[in-house]
């Protein structure tokens, strides 16, 4: 897969005409952390900055996949190019979305407006954080207008999915867990849009009420400002789909118009940026001491013999002795 | 909170005799990542050693509280002596866990064979990772048998989870998502016991059959080992809870008898060394390169005029130039 010399700008080149092949080749070069990632950024940085990174995030079961395939066919029957990143960050040892996703997917998967990809969140180069904004701008050179983030919450990766969107959208189900498990599990701060799916189940009317108690409290404590929807859906019947999308674009029509239309951007940026610059680092500190080194300091740690701080100064000595 | 000169040393003695104040002023100096952190952890590490640590992790709504709580129970009639250590990772913006757990914890508050102790992951020195083993020490130190660490899966903290406890728990409910969710969740690889929770709710038996044969499959690929139990509980009537002990306990036993008895401290502190080596690197990257500077290259980089490997580059040289 990995491309050689000028085959990088062809590559470029290629995606920026719509090849869904040259796409995920480009996509897979940033997952695999070729050395040529770096190149493949210069490339691709002069053309981006168009495509809008939608994030979905929620627990396992409330039909995130789902949701994410009705809001494709909703943007291309607006005829919007879509990018459909599947983020998995909750299988870090297997490596991988399972094909249940992309045979959910499949309906899409000969439309040449939709290209879809999935990631594994243990990667190299700072894993996600950097990895993702990467594939973004792979996708955005291709000529994305939307770009869908689905990742699997909660917690670390609701932080993440929130660094890389523009607009969050976080799907509950009914019967899932009530409003206190809502709040407890961070959700109210980083919901741009709340999206309740499977909304013909029992519970659905409890889980917006308690949704929209929970934020009217907030609100009263944060001020003013954008006041987060609660949309209903059936996505697998295509219910509420238009209306979800609708609040989506409400939102990010609210933020241009509050001078904050390239937050997203920037946070994504900054994101990547550390996480690149902490990777060098970490790779420096792993190389020079070796774990080796670091599983002898974790014996005597373990055994009592030393403190963490200790060690970790050892560690760091090592490296600053080495390099 | 923060003790003074030679009060650090009298708080670990006072701890050590059982003084729940004592283990709670040590706790809140690891959380507030006082500079007197490394101080204790030296003073800490000759009386460590003997705590066993459980972790319960598991989506939101599946009862880890309750179950946690029920196990409490069952430790201390077993007269063992018990931390709890509830650890929210999912709300890092409101910093905190809600009043809920300690409410529902509220009938072993009284007890002095028992710790608890709410953490929120956003902190010092590498967050969790670094924070979290620095607690397990003091609650060690302070003579807990077994310390129970409950924290919300699914995702970064399920590895996280796992990195800290010696037998890890992974509690699941009927109907809150299928085989392959589970699968998806990537909790068969984590789970040393299985917890099928709320097992008198339609669909458990379901739910266990799928653990089953999805365990089954596994183990086919990985032969033979620790058979990983699936254990029913209601936790809230205490049903199946001296099963699910027990469970733990037959991990335990299997461990030590198979000379792995030391691999869960190992791993602590590992991770712990590799978090507060990272954290230094972390900080010292911050400190001489100052948010303005990141937040200049993000918008370079969000304007598509730097690529972020060059921001990455040139925010680590102007660490080295100042360091």
Known sequence: MAAAGSDLDDLVTRARDGSARAVAQLISLVEDGSPRVRDLAAALAPHTGHAVVVGLTGSPGVGKSTTTSALVSALRADDRRVGVLAVDPSSPFSGGALLGDRVRMSEHATDPGVFIRSMATRGH??????????????????????????????????????????????????????????AKAGVLEIADVFCVNKADREGADATVRELQNAMSMARRESGPGWRTPVVRTVASAGQG????????????????????GDEGRRRRARAEIEAIALADLRAQLRAVSGSAALDALAGEVAGGELDPFAAADRLREAAVDDG
């Open 125 to 182: 180069l700072g894993g996600l954080a950097a990895a993702a904004p990467q594939a973004l701008r792979v996708l955005d050179a291709a000529g994305c207008d939307v770009v869908l983030v689905e990742t699997v919450g909660v917690g670390q990766s609701e932080v993440e999915v929130v660094a890389l969107a523009d607009t969050t959208v976080v799907l509950l189900a009914p019967g899932m867990g009530d409003g206190i498990q809502a």
């Open 241 to 260: 789909v238009d209306e979800l999308m609708a609040a989506v674009d409400a939102h990010r029509a609210w933020m241009v118009e509050h001078g904050r």
